[in-house]
């Protein structure tokens, strides 16, 4: 789903793709995308709301900033705020529409997003098409013609190093899958990996990859070193998380074990629940599975687990060596649908280590001087103490910026601990009737055996 930045030493694909074996069209901007994301910016959503490529979204504010609260614009909104419609939700919807608006696939059977009724989805796609004439969507899309062209023959060099018989391989599919490349300059720095499948056809791929860089012009630039990563990341989408939701059952017990042990790290990423943890998970794991079949060294490979890991996907090498078990079985497990038996048993092990594990770590046990979350804060006060369930080491302490950034961070002085370690007093000048903010992590944060702190958002608001 969010943007990936790998590393500088990709290993690039030697072998492209010839024109004949080719089953992808060249990567290109898709009207549905783009029209879908301008609805979902003028109806707030912060992920549609991105102004990385200006030249861009300063023309959609100019054409349509006039249309924020049409009938379409309001129901939208409400869908956010109901049904979380939102990220990857929104283009679920725009890949499965025609140029003319009217959906291909059968809404009542194959909405494979659930924040999508059938009921909501007729409603928006009848207001949306009154949209697109109130709003005179056709004279932007051809006003912008020119720079979409020029958008997707950018892309195109990232585009020429993907090997897609790897996907085919991996998975073990009996027919081939149609794959295709969106850039979209209105997804901003998200990425997205949907699918469909009608009746007695193939499964459609999508990769949907935002825009975040430009040149000193104001045009996008796509490096390979990003992109290429990430569009891997995004196919493996549509293959992982049909798979994972067909058989939720089987990974559900554990999977809510290891999110709990996670949850803060998962959250920061907007990965609500475990659900999508396990797709991330796997999906990620997937990556690196490509690269080490293309024949990444062992650094780079382990340089690919530490980052993840850092991430919150503590299971990763675990995951990664398991799913490298099963293609080296395929004669017994011909596709990795066969093997999620035997990958559900590997959760088990993943969430008992990580269990006992997160049982280990010292975690924040309360605030003497308020609870978190309050809001009523006594501006006055000159200390905030941290007191933790378990003694801490007492070397050092790291206290970071939470999501609010720095202009929610308090100011901190004389940072000391007391009651034998299982406290740490911070001096604090707080000011009235404002927001603060900090985030308490494992880094410094440690007990004398090295279990580092559970990952501990303080928020609160003066009076």
């Not at 024109?19 to 994301?37: F, G, Y």
């Not at 200006?54 to 609260?69: L, N, Q």
Request: hydrophobic content about 35%.
């Amino acid at each position: 789903m969010k943007r990936i930045i790998l590393f500088a030493f990709i290993v690039l694909i030697q072998n492209a793709y010839t024109q004949e074996k080719q089953i992808i069209k060249s990567p290109k901007v898709n009207k549905q995308v783009e029209l879908l994301s301008i609805v979902f910016r003028l109806a707030g959503n912060k992920e549609y709301n991105a102004t990385f490529v200006k030249k861009y979204t300063d023309k959609v504010e100019s054409h349509f900033s006039a249309y924020k609260e049409h009938e379409l614009i309001k129901f939208a909104r409400s869908l956010r705020e109901n049904n979380g419609v939102s990220y990857d939700a929104v283009v679920s919807l725009a890949v499965v529409l025609d140029d003319n608006l009217n959906p291909i696939i059968d809404f009542s059977k194959n909405l494979q997003d659930k924040r999508w009724s059938k009921d909501d989805a007729n409603k928006f796609l009848k207001l949306l098409k009154r949209f697109y004439k109130d709003a005179d969507c056709e004279k932007f899309f051809k006003e912008n013609a020119e720079l979409f062209q020029d958008v997707s023959d950018r892309f195109d060099s990232v585009f020429k190093t993907l090997d897609l018989n790897w996907f085919q391989s991996f998975y073990g599919l009996n027919t081939n899958e149609n794959f295709n490349i969106i850039v979209s300059l209105g997804c901003g720095g998200n990425n997205y990996g949907p699918s469909y499948t009608l009746n007695n056809a193939k499964k459609e791929v999508f990769a949907i990859m935002g825009t975040w860089k430009v040149d000193e012009l104001g045009m996008p630039i796509y490096e390979k070193n990003e992109y290429l990563p990430t569009i891997i990341h995004e196919f493996n989408h549509s293959f992982i998380n049909p798979l994972l939701a067909k058989n939720e059952e089987l990974f559900e017990k554990n999977g809510k074990e290891i999110y709990n042990a996670v949850e803060y790290e998962m959250n920061q990423q907007n990965y609500k629940n475990w659900q999508i943890m396990l797709n991330e998970g796997l999906v990620r794991a997937s990556v690196i599975k490509y690269y080490i079949d293309h024949g990444a060294d062992e650094t780079e490979i382990q340089i690919m687990e530490n980052n993840e890991s850092n991430k919150g996907f503590i299971w990763i090498k675990g995951l990664v060596d398991e799913i490298t078990k099963y293609d080296n079985q395929r004669n017994i497990f011909p596709t990795l649908e066969s093997y999620i038996p035997e990958l559900s048993k590997a959760y088990e092990s993943f969430a008992k280590k990580i269990s006992q594990y997160d049982a280990q770590r010292p975690k924040v046990e309360s605030i003497a001087e308020f609870t978190n979350n309050d809001t009523n804060v006594n501006p006055k006060i000159k200390t905030i103490t941290i007191n933790f369930d378990k003694p801490l080491a007492g070397q050092g302490y790291s206290i970071n910026y939470g999501s609010k950034g720095q202009s929610a961070f308090p100011k901190l002085d004389n940072i000391h601990y007391i009651n034998k370690n299982k406290s740490v007093v911070m001096e604090v000048h707080l000011i009235p009737g404002k927001e603060y903010q900090f985030v308490l992590t494992g880094k410094n944060f440690k007990t004398n055996q090295g279990f580092p702190l559970k990952t501990y958002e303080v928020i609160f608001k003066t009076h």
